[in-house]
């Protein structure tokens, strides 16, 4: 992975979240922190997803911001939970427009 993210340009950490942070923490800064150490451009940035679903705001942030490739963790949770509120990982693999590397 690291030969990949050092080809890039700058990487960003995006946090998609429906309330505001809390103003002492930072959720990501860690991880941007992490890649700065290995010498990697990266930024931190929050994103209110308001009316979207998490997967159309982070496509939608993807699109805006011309990323090349779309890095992210890919979790399950109950059926039912997803029948009711829907799954950001399944919603990006049905509609990704950038490539999508996934961990989980």
Do not use: C, W
């Not at 990266?42 to 705001?57: F, P, Q, T």
């Not at 496509?59 to 109950?78: K, P, Q, R, T, W």
């Amino acid at each position: 992975m690291a030969p990949l993210l050092e080809r890039a340009g700058l990487l960003e950490v995006v946090i998609i979240a429906n309330e505001p942070g809390k103003q002492d923490e930072i959720e990501g800064a860690d991880m941007g922190q992490h890649l700065a150490r290995h010498g990697l451009n990266a930024e931190v940035k929050r994103i209110n997803y308001g009316d979207l679903d998490v997967a159309d705001a982070l496509l939608s942030h993807a699109a805006d911001s011309d990323a090349d490739f779309i890095v992210m963790g890919g979790y399950g949770h109950s059926r039912l939970r997803e029948f009711v509120l829907g799954g950001a990982t399944r919603s990006i693999l049905r509609s990704m427009t950038a490539p999508v590397l996934m961990s989980h």
